[in-house]
């Protein structure tokens, strides 16, 4: 039998009060494969005999989206990271796209898993991830937790880039909605290189925009959040009925993106990956958002997908 591309699939499954809700949670990446609730796709899933599509899913560690060549500086040093963006010349997306993850704890609609990043080119720490993929009533909930076992002070950030669905409403129908006043402005090569409020841009998302209308690959900070410190994206379909990706305070920024490349039947169609994120495009180089933990210190942050009824 072929080994699937993304190794062991954890099987989740919770019985809440408006259905049944499922999961497969993957060996490599920690990626969320499929996620229903009562046979309502919240995200795209594609099939185990392949690698996610666009990243989709997977976790971004030790930082999300691109480092500008793959260079930064630690203290005064010049670090060189794998350049694994070719099309641009960046290091994208963190060490852990293709790495194995360990399972510590599983049951019927949860699973724990971790895994090490350890030193390599241009990356002299030592971090140890987890991933905790808990099922809820109407989603999932999924919490990261890093700890850093250098004996140095280790930089490190966070995301995820799961491409969200409304069942079996067409992606160019949906209509994504997001409370943020400020998007970045990115080079030719999509690195960050400055900011803007989003009033009077094609990027401004708080009335709700239509997918299949935007072009975006965008970041977004100044996130309104709810009571709760909640920062909330969603996408509706026409009838009313979505999905929503909430992110606690440990992520104020997050990536939009409409991917018109997305593998659809014999062709390609429209997706849109929302990313919750701690920190924006190359803050090993900016520092923004960026987060040093003291040796053996560790960070917890939280997010999730749920489902949105009319």
Known sequence: ?????????????????D????????????????????????????PVSEQPPGANGIVLAPWPNRVAGGVWVLDGKRQQLDVSEPKYGNASHGLLRFAPYRVVDQTESSVLQEATIH?????????????????????IRITHEVVNRSGVRAPFAIGAHPYLRAGDTPAEDLVVTLDA??????????IPNGSEPVEGTGVDLR?????????????????????EGVRRTTMHGPEGD????WQDASFPYVQVFTSREFPRGDG????????????????????????????DESWTGTWGIRRVWS
Not at 242 to 245: A, D, I, K, T
Not at 269 to 295: C, F, I, K, Q
């Open 1 to 17: 039998m072929t080994a699937a591309p993304t190794g062991g699939q954890y099987h989740l499954r919770h019985a809440g009060p």
């Open 19 to 46: 259905g049944v809700v499922e999961a497969v949670v993957t060996e490599v990446a920690a990626g969320i494969r499929e996620l229903r609730v009562a046979g309502f796709d919240l995200t795209e899933p594609f």
């Open 119 to 139: 030193p390599q080119h241009g990356w002299p720490f030592t971090l140890e991830t987890r991933v905790h993929h808990e099922l809820v009533d109407d989603g």
């Open 181 to 190: 006043a400020t998007a970045f402005t990115v080079d030719d090569k999509r």
């Open 207 to 227: 009335a709700g925009r239509r997918a299949g209308d935007s072009d975006l690959d965008t970041a977004y900070t100044d996130i309104t959040p709810d009571a």
């Open 242 to 245: 979505g999905v929503e990706l």
């Open 268 to 295: 390609t169609g429209l997706a849109v990956a929302v990313e919750p994120m701690t920190a924006p495009a190359n803050a090993l180089n900016s520092g923004e958002g960026l987060r040093w933990l003291e040796p």
